[in-house]
């Protein structure tokens, strides 16, 4: 089964930037659609950004739109999330989640939504404040 390492998050002052990556156990390129999640005090997990099996297509929540980039690196097995002009509500735990997407009709397909994945790492921790 797929494991899932999340690491990169830390504290950080609006308006900064910070690289959130998820390490993969093997390649995910052709095989797993990937998405990052994240999940504020009190409230419900949300999706933020997710690439598809292919690699093809990369979809955003309309709060991180031209301020968060999401790649993948297949060399180093990660999925990146760059984050930009971070604001203090951008403030939560970030997970990682994938789901397998062979079938060459859902290769370039990702959703945002936690219900269409199966596979989640840990979370790391991003708090924006001054």
């Known amino acids: 089964q797929l494991q899932l390492v999340e690491s990169g998050g830390d504290l950080v002052q609006p308006g900064g930037s910070l690289r959130l990556s998820c390490a993969t156990s093997?390649?995910?390129?052709?095989?797993?659609?990937i998405a990052w999640f994240r999940q504020a005090p009190g409230k419900e997990r949300e999706g933020v950004s997710c690439?598809?099996?292919?690699?093809?297509?990369?979809n955003y929540a309309d709060s991180v739109k031209g301020r968060f980039t999401i790649s993948r690196e297949n060399t180093k097995k990660t999925v990146y999330l760059q984050m930009n002009s971070l604001k203090p509500e951008d403030t939560a735990v970030y997970y990682c989640?994938?789901?397998?997407?062979?079938?060459?009709?859902?290769?370039?397909?990702?959703?945002?939504?936690?219900?269409?994945?199966?596979?989640w790492g840990q979370g790391t921790q991003v708090t924006v404040s001054s």
């Open positions: 989640a994938a789901v397998m997407r062979t079938v060459p009709g859902l290769l370039n397909v990702c959703g945002l939504s936690k219900n269409w994945y199966t596979l």
């Open positions: 093997r390649s995910t390129s052709g095989y797993y659609a």
């Open positions: 690439i598809s099996s292919s690699g093809d297509r990369t």
